[in-house]
């Protein structure tokens, strides 16, 4: 059986008779996970970061839209709304800023990372879905020749 893929992903660790700074401790299982797990793990973190960014953003955006009704208000009304959009626009900008980090860090990641492996997990979706599609195009032909067969047979 062909073992998986090692990757250069670096893992956290610590050298156990190391004393001078006390470091939080990771997780074993974290670190005793094969390279796809592990990636797989990455990825779900970073997919939670996205979400929770333009989570903010959504949701500034549609309280920022709510504070804008216009109708009788008075002074104090007035200023406090301005400064919940203040707030909300503060919010949003740091999100924004936020998901330009970590557009900046995938960036990294992406330069950084193996090429190779890359262009043969690509390689190997492109093979996979050919098969699909080929598969489907016998399937439909099985199809459809019996189609063709039996409206020939009701016609005679």
């Known amino acids: 059986m062909a073992e998986p893929p090692q990757t250069d992903v670096s893992r956290p660790s610590a050298l156990p008779t190391a004393k001078l700074l006390q470091r939080p401790t990771f997780n074993q299982a974290l670190v005793d996970q094969n390279s796809d797990d592990y990636l797989d793990t990455i990825e779900e973190e970073w997919n939670k970061k996205l979400d929770a960014e333009v989570e903010v953003l959504v949701d500034g955006m549609?309280?920022?839209?709510?504070?804008?009704?216009?109708?009788?208000?008075?002074?104090?009304?007035?200023a406090?709304?301005?400064?919940?959009?203040?707030?909300?626009?503060?919010?949003?900008?740091?999100?924004?800023?936020?998901?330009?980090?970590?557009?900046?860090?995938?960036?990294?990641?992406?330069?950084?990372?193996?090429?190779?492996?890359?262009?043969?997990?690509?390689?190997?979706e492109l093979k996979h879905v050919q098969q699909e599609k080929n598969e489907a195009r016998e399937k439909v032909a099985e199809l459809l020749d019996g189609l063709m067969s039996s409206k020939g047979g009701l016609s005679q």
């Open 62 to 78: 549609v309280d920022i839209v709510s504070l804008a009704s216009i109708g009788d208000k008075d002074k104090f009304r007035i």
């Open 80 to 124: 406090q709304e301005s400064f919940q959009a203040e707030s909300r626009a503060e919010s949003m900008v740091r999100a924004a800023n936020s998901l330009l980090s970590i557009t900046h860090s995938l960036k990294l990641l992406l330069l950084l990372s193996d090429e190779a492996q890359i262009a043969h997990r690509r390689d190997a």
